[in-house]
C-alpha cells in the first residue's frame, strides 16, 4: 500500500515538472535551437565549425577570461613582418586610435587614469603585466585592455578588498583613490582570485610566487609582542626573546619545544597571513596602495617587441593608450 502511494506521489511530481517547464517555454526553445543547427552529425562527430550552448536552467554562466580568438593568428601574422610593415602597422593602429577618440569623444576620466608599459614585453603570461595609476577617484566598473594589433580584449576583473587565505574570497568592482595603483597580470592568480594588498600580504610569498614581488610591509614581530610586565608573566621571557628574532612576513616553520605552551600557541597563531590579518585588519595603515588584478590568460595577450594598448571605459572610450 505505501509502495503503490509513492509511486503515485512519484508520477504525480513528474507530471508537475513536466508541466511547469512547458509553461514556461522549455518545448518552444528546443524547437528554437533545433532550427539552428543545420547538421546535428556534425555535432555527434565534433566536426561542427559552429559554437551551439546549451545550459540547464539551473546552471550558473561560466566566467568568461579575456576574448583571445585570432590572437595567434594574428600575432604571428605580425611577427611575420618586416620593419618597415610593422611601422606602418603601428601608425595605422595610432591613427584608428586618434579616430575613435575624436568619433566617441575623450573619455572624461583620461586626466585621472594613466597606463604604463611595466613588463608588456614579458615572454611568459605569469610575468606579464602593466600598470593603471589614478589621480582621482574612479571606479573600474565595465573597464578593459585591447591590443590593438592581435585583437585581445580583456576585461578588468573584480578583486577582494581584503584577501582571505584557505577560503571563498567575496570580490567587487575596483574603485580607485588618488595615488592607488593597478598591476594587471596575463596569467592567473597564485592566490586563486585578484585582490589589494595589504601589509600582511608578504606572508603569502613565503609559499607562493608572485610577479611583481609582493610588499614586504608586514607589522615586525616585536609590533605585535611588544616587552611588557604582561608579556612576560603571560609567554615568559625566551618567548619574547624568540618573538624579537622572527624575520618580517616570516611565519616559523618550526617552532623550539623548549618555549612555554602558550607562547607556542600565540606563535602559531599570531604569525601567519590570517593571523596577522586578524590581528592588523582594522589598523588605519592595514592597507596598502597596489591592487593585483589577474586576468586569467594561459597565453601572453600583448606583444613582446612592439604593440599598440588601449584601456577603455565603461562606454568603449579611451582612457589611456601606450605604443612601443
Request: hydrophobic share 40%; proline share 6%; charged share 15%.
Amino acid at each position: 500500500m505505501v509502495r503503490t502511494v509513492l509511486w503515485w506521489v512519484l508520477i504525480g511530481m513528474v507530471i508537475l515538472l513536466a508541466g511547469a517547464w512547458l509553461w514556461v517555454g522549455g518545448a518552444s526553445r528546443i524547437v528554437s535551437f533545433v532550427k539552428t543547427i543545420t547538421n546535428p552529425l556534425d555535432i555527434i562527430w565534433g566536426t561542427s565549425t559552429s559554437t551551439y550552448k546549451v545550459a540547464l536552467p539551473w546552471q550558473l554562466p561560466i566566467p568568461q577570461g579575456p576574448d583571445i580568438e585570432g590572437l595567434a593568428n594574428e600575432g604571428e601574422a605580425y611577427e611575420n613582418m618586416s620593419a618597415e610593415e610593422r611601422l606602418d602597422e603601428m601608425q595605422r593602429q595610432y591613427d584608428s586610435i586618434q579616430k575613435d577618440v575624436t568619433k566617441l569623444g575623450r573619455s572624461p576620466y583620461a586626466d585621472k587614469v594613466s597606463l604604463s608599459r611595466a613588463a608588456a614585453t614579458e615572454a611568459a603570461a605569469s610575468n606579464e603585466y602593466l600598470v593603471i595609476d589614478a589621480s582621482g577617484n574612479v571606479s573600474l566598473a565595465g573597464w578593459s585592455l585591447m591590443s590593438m594589433l592581435t585583437g585581445a580584449i580583456a576585461p578588468i576583473p573584480l578583486a577582494a578588498t581584503v584577501y582571505e587565505h584557505g577560503t571563498l574570497n567575496n570580490v567587487r568592482t575596483v574603485s580607485l583613490e588618488p595615488g592607488e595603483s593597478v598591476i594587471v597580470i596575463t596569467g592567473f592568480s597564485p592566490a586563486g582570485v585578484s585582490f589589494r594588498e595589504n601589509r600582511c600580504t608578504g606572508y603569502l610569498a613565503q609559499n607562493l610566487s608572485f610577479e611583481p614581488s609582493l610588499a614586504n610591509a608586514c607589522p615586525s614581530p616585536a609590533e605585535s609582542m611588544s616587552l611588557t610586565d604582561q608579556n612576560l608573566l603571560r609567554y615568559g621571557g625566551d618567548c619574547v626573546d624568540y618573538v624579537q628574532t622572527l624575520p618580517q612576513c616570516t611565519y616559523p616553520t618550526t617552532i623550539p619545544v623548549s618555549l612555554a605552551p602558550a607562547c607556542r600557541i600565540y606563535i602559531a597563531n599570531t604569525f601567519s597571513y590570517n593571523g596577522c590579518v586578524q590581528t592588523h585588519r582594522y589598523d588605519s595603515n592595514f592597507m596598502l596602495d597596489t591592487w593585483r588584478l589577474y586576468l586569467g590568460s594561459p597565453v601572453e595577450l600583448w606583444g613582446n617587441t612592439h604593440d599598440v594598448i588601449r584601456l577603455l571605459d565603461e562606454n568603449g572610450q579611451t582612457v589611456d593608450s601606450i605604443t612601443y
